[in-house]
């Protein structure tokens, strides 16, 4: 578990993301995961200092835990980068949820005044071929491609 935000970390991501990548290949059920990304993060610490970015952070995984369900993981995958395990969710069921949770999202910056925004990257698996790491390499991959492309948005894939 990450010590501040209370999320899981990287490692026990992966393990999760194992576990339904097995699941998904025996049952055949789709499953979704998704990597987000603090736009102007830095800018946060460097002007409010750290421990105020501590404070956003954990507001952040906490606004993000009351958009998901109880199944679904969190986890800090990295200082401002997050991922989401979404067991059983399908393509357009991912973009109805990641929607929501995008807009939950901006408006708990809007009304803390937090000059933030989110990039994000989401792959839905349905045809359970990939090893873990690629379900998180192509998440990711997909977050990155929103960052090169002006940021604060979703692109979404389906494997």
Same mark, same amino acid.
């Given at each position: 578990?990450?010590?501040?935000?209370?999320?899981?970390?990287?490692?026990?991501?992966?393990?999760?993301?194992?576990?339904?990548?097995?699941?998904?290949?025996?049952?055949?059920?789709?499953?979704?995961?998704?990597?987000?990304?603090?736009?102007?993060?830095?800018?946060?610490? !460097?002007?409010?200092?750290?421990?105020? =970015? /501590?404070?956003?952070?954990?507001?952040?995984? %906490?606004?993000?835990?009351? &958009?998901? #369900?109880?199944? !679904?993981?969190?986890?800090?995958?990295? =200082? /401002?980068?997050?991922?989401?395990?979404?067991? %059983?969710?399908?393509?357009? &069921?991912? #973009?109805?949820?990641?929607?929501?949770?995008?807009?939950?999202?901006?408006?708990?910056?809007?009304?803390?005044?937090?000059?933030?925004?989110?990039?994000?990257?989401?792959?839905?698996v349905i045809t359970p071929?990939?090893?873990?790491?690629?379900?998180?390499?192509?998440?990711?991959?997909?977050?990155?491609?929103?960052?090169?492309?002006?940021?604060?948005?979703?692109?979404?894939?389906?494997?």
């Amino acid at each position: 578990t990450d010590f501040l935000t209370g999320a899981a970390n990287s490692r026990q991501f992966r393990d999760q993301t194992q576990r339904e990548v097995d699941r998904s290949a025996r049952y055949r059920h789709p499953f979704t995961v998704v990597f987000i990304d603090i736009d102007n993060f830095k800018l946060i610490n !460097d002007t409010f200092g750290h421990t105020f =970015g /501590d404070k956003v952070l954990k507001a952040i995984v %906490e606004n993000i835990k009351s &958009n998901l #369900r109880k199944t !679904d993981v969190i986890a800090r995958m990295g =200082g /401002d980068e997050f991922a989401l395990l979404l067991p %059983e969710v399908n393509p357009e &069921n991912a #973009r109805t949820a990641i929607s929501k949770m995008r807009q939950k999202l901006q408006e708990e910056m809007l009304k803390n005044k937090w000059p933030i925004t989110f990039s994000i990257g989401v792959v839905s698996v349905i045809t359970p071929d990939l090893a873990v790491d690629e379900v998180i390499s192509n998440a990711d991959k997909m977050m990155y491609s929103v960052k090169n492309y002006g940021k604060d948005n979703i692109k979404y894939t389906t494997h």
